[in-house]
């Protein structure tokens, strides 16, 4: 079943920097591909899976390089991840990493998509599949997925590791050769997912770091539920609201076009969830507030413009009535309560 998946910002990697090594232009390019800059500098913000495609798209046609993606797969890393890096990477052995990778995933990274570990022989397939159905962008995005794949398997082995071989599902022949030369290792094009082979054997490597992590606080687990299910139209909707918020006040209108729903069926499908469009701009603008309000030192002008308000006055009185207390006062009260927590521990 076809679903549309959202992935988080930090899947991009060092984009930026690539682009610009490349002789390239990275505002110029978000501008294309009609994203916000400011999720260079979000990496745990969502955005449609569609969206991701069409910006590794545009810039692969930016820097005229139809294997962009594969190129900016090799400066990427597992500890760019972020959450989702760190759990798979503090697996006791490589088999448990991959079992990390495949039932997290959907929860923590990226949804509408399964990575999906097959035993051939003495072969492991271990291949990344998609549910969404947006075309334009797929194949750069597979490269790039790839990659991570093998960082994975890195992690376990060491970077000099390379799989037997990579197949890449629906890629055109003419990319075999200079995507072969990137990645280092023998390439076949097939009509199924894309895929990396290895030696079964290396399922019982150990984590060379084993023991050497802190784990993960609540806090983060508690970030393995912030993906929408394709079903939940107001989260899914939410992840649009915040994704315009790094750059401007949504409006239904841009939402309504985003989101692919004629404004009376989203209209009418909030409605009979109990919620409007106003509810759900409001939630995302509190949000983003406590955000900026704990994770910077902006003044609050600086944050009321942020969030699309022409008034510090106006922010200031909104964020009264949602928290009961302005928001100044509210963020010297979280300061004065960190101060105290350690010293009544």
Known sequence: MHQTGYTRASTLGPIANVVAAAGGSIERVFRRADLPLALLESQDTLLPLRDHFRLLMVTSRELHDEVFAARLGRQTSMAGLGVFGRWVTQAPTLLEAIQRAGTSLPHMLQTATQLVMRRHGSEIHWSYELADPARDGRQQNEMLAIWYMIAVIRHFTGAWWLPSRIIFGGLPNRLQSPIGEL??????IGSAASAIVFDRRLLTAV???LGQGDGLTAGELGRIFDLPDPEDLPGRLSVLIE???????????????????ARRTLQRRLSEAGLSYSDLLRSALQRRAIRLLCQTDRSITEIASMLGYDDPAHFSRAFERWSGVPPSRWRRLRLNALVATPASA
């Not at 315009?244 to 841009?254: A, I, K, M, N």
Request: glycine fraction near 4%; aromatic fraction near 0%; include cysteine.
């Open 183 to 188: 990645m280092c290792t023998d390439t076949s």
């Open 207 to 209: 984590n060379p770091n």
């Open 243 to 261: 994704l315009e918020l790094l750059d401007r006040r949504p409006t239904l209108s841009r939402i309504e076009s985003r989101s692919g729903l």
